[in-house]
């Protein structure tokens, strides 16, 4: 924090008259990793290597949308091999998706999907404790610091924020740097990386941030424990099943 204050006191004077909204498209890869289930090889080369999803950002100096940019359809990939038949389904994205943010109130609402049925989760924006590492690059024409943490003690995070857009905000529930960020690195080096596409700095209407109103009002706590549930459910599903393995890939 410390680190943070200190960039913050030298940076705003020079960028205080910056434009403090717009909207910023993003690409999600997500790497697939299917090394640890028992398929043959011949399975395995059928199976795209890497999951990608188009998301929006848009905000203002306090509220902000993520959502999906475009809707991606679901796909089936089937096969058969040594007489074990295969099925692997890709979900697309869903365009009710989305996880709004407002600064000034400090709260958040994650509306999320599972298994075509709406959630709308309600959290607190809490502090994060970033570290500034001193490495910086050019993200188009916008000059990036890094910052790393930790999420839950366990995954690492990088986030690339530019003091050039001094918005405290980024995509998903990232956030709390001195500048919007662009880009963010989660976990394994290269396994699950955020990186924008087009960064169009304008004013916003109102209309433009939505704040989401459809779906069951839970906490987290209650999502994961419906949605550790349903995998459960699915997995009682798959052994029920005869001479078939079936796997389901998440954008």
């Known amino acids: 924090m410390k680190n943070i204050l200190i960039i913050s006191l030298l ?13 910023v498209n993003y ?3 997500i790497k697939i990793d299917l090394s640890n289930r028992d398929l043959p090889k011949e399975i395995l080369d059928k199976i795209p290597k890497e999951r990608v999803s ?25 096969g058969e091999s040594g007489g ?17 943010k407002n600064l ?3 709260v958040a609402i994650d509306q999320r999907d599972l298994m075509g049925k709406l959630f709308k989760i309600n959290a607190d924006i809490e502090d994060t404790e970033w570290k500034i590492t001193g490495e910086k690059k050019i993200i188009f024409k916008y000059m990036v610091l890094e910052a790393q943490t930790m999420i839950d003690d366990t995954v690492a995070v990088s986030a690339w924020f530019t003091p050039q857009i001094p918005v405290s905000n980024g995509p998903q529930m990232f956030g709390g740097l001195p500048g919007l960020i662009l ?14 596409t087009e960064i169009d700095l304008r004013e916003i209407e109102i209309s433009e941030i939505v704040k989401p109103d459809e779906g069951k009002e839970v906490t987290h706590e209650e999502f994961r424990k419906i949605r550790k549930e ?13 001479g078939g393995n079936r796997v389901i890939i998440r954008g």
């Open 27 to 29: 690409v999600h890869t």
């Open 230 to 242: 349903k995998m459960e459910e699915m997995r009682e599903m798959r052994g029920a099943r005869k």
């Open 104 to 106: 000034e109130d400090k």
């Open 183 to 196: 880009e963010v690195h989660i976990g394994e080096e290269g396994k699950n990386v955020i990186r924008p």
């Open 54 to 78: 188009h998301k929006t950002l848009i905000f203002n100096e306090t509220e902000s949308s993520y959502k999906t940019l475009i809707k991606e359809e679901e796909e089936d990939v089937e």
């Open 11 to 23: 940076i705003i004077p020079l960028f205080c008259f910056a434009q403090k909204s717009g909207v």
């Open 84 to 100: 074990m038949r295969f099925r692997m389904r890709m979900m697309g994205g869903n365009e009710k998706e989305q996880t709004y």
